[in-house]
């Protein structure tokens, strides 16, 4: 594959869609038809190659490199309280699967460049994803570029691939093509993966969607610009298709079982290496999760979008 460049876009028609689905989680109901303009969005996940760019050019420190304030961490021992992130950690062997605290590690010193802990780096990954990023860096990055993080609308007709309703980005078959179509868990999760799985791949290493696009499902979650709410829209049930719809208001995006966390969450769509079918088949269009926006993590990433030529 060529280098990767900030110019690798597709155009996606503007289209009425099946969004969500009531097959699979309940978070990502009901189904409903929605439209949105055409528009234009990176073939690829932005990598470490094009973040380093990026921070070169502006000076830029991501939210993990800064900080942190005692006063946003209410109960947080003091050795929690220095600048770094989550990263996945496989246990010793099988685990009960309810607490992922067992697999998830807060490492002090892990960044976008030093990804599992300040002993890392990203030399020789720098086609692979960049994480680490929290939602204000993945939205600094695309102002950088003169774009924007997709809507989840956006996100979800482009993850499609024009293939209306089907549960996958390649149809409705669950793995049935030798490669596997998609960097997800294979193995026994979360502790043993198989081999060539269990960590981020270099964009582009699975085949595209039908839209050219690559990762739509797997290697790492992704950004996107709406406020996350548990459910989507009922009155998106209408007689008329909602066009370029946006989420809820960030008020409503807290998360209710964490009231000491006052922290708004955004969505993120795609899956990631972690998405195990034991534990969260979450690799399809439909599927999205909530994200607290100060947060970025070893399986989150983005891409960006721009308006389509004539599309305004």
């Known amino acids: 594959m060529d280098t990767v460049t900030v110019s690798d876009v597709r155009r996606i028609p503007a289209q ?69 992130s989550m990263v996945f950690t496989p246990t010793r062997g099988p685990v009960d699967l309810r607490h992922l605290s067992q697999w998830w590690t807060w490492t002090v010193g ?58 996958f980005t390649w149809g409705d078959i669950p793995d049935a093509e030798s490669p596997p179509p998609a960097n997800y868990w294979h193995g026994d999760f979360p502790w043993r993966a198989d081999p060539g799985y269990g960590t981020t791949t270099a964009v582009g290493s699975y085949r595209p969607n039908d839209y050219g696009l690559f990762d739509m499902a797997g290697n790492v979650w992704e950004w996107t610009a709406d406020w996350y709410a548990d459910r989507h829209d009922d009155t998106a049930q209408s007689c008329c298709a909602p066009r370029n719809p946006r989420g809820p208001g960030m008020a409503e995006s ?32 439909a599927a999205r999760r909530p994200q607290m926006v100060d947060t970025g993590m070893s399986h989150i990433g983005f891409r960006c979008v721009e308006a389509a030529p004539g599309s305004e």
Not at 135 to 147: M, S, V
Request: net charge negative.
């Open 254 to 285: 807290f998360d209710p079982r964490q009231p000491q966390f006052r922290v708004p969450r955004r969505v993120i769509k795609g899956g990631s290496f972690l998405c195990a079918d034991s534990y969260c088949r979450r690799y399809r269009p």
């Open 110 to 167: 892990a960044s976008w460049h030093r990804p599992t802990g300040p002993a890392s780096t990203v030399a020789g990954r720098e086609r692979h994803p960049v994480v680490h990023v929290a939602h204000e860096d993945a939205a600094a990055y695309a102002q950088w570029a003169g774009r924007s993080l997709p809507t989840e609308a956006q996100w979800e007709a482009a993850a499609r691939g024009g293939l209306d309703q089907a549960e």
């Open 16 to 84: 009425t869609f099946t969004m969500g689905s009531d097959r699979h989680y309940p978070e990502e109901g009901p189904a409903h038809r929605v439209a949105v303009d055409a528009f234009a969005i990176e073939a690829y996940q932005v990598t470490n190659e094009q973040f380093t760019t990026f921070v070169r050019d502006t000076g830029y420190v991501t939210v993990a490199e800064r900080p942190l304030n005692p006063a946003d961490f209410p109960g947080a021992p003091a050795e929690n309280l220095q600048p770094g």
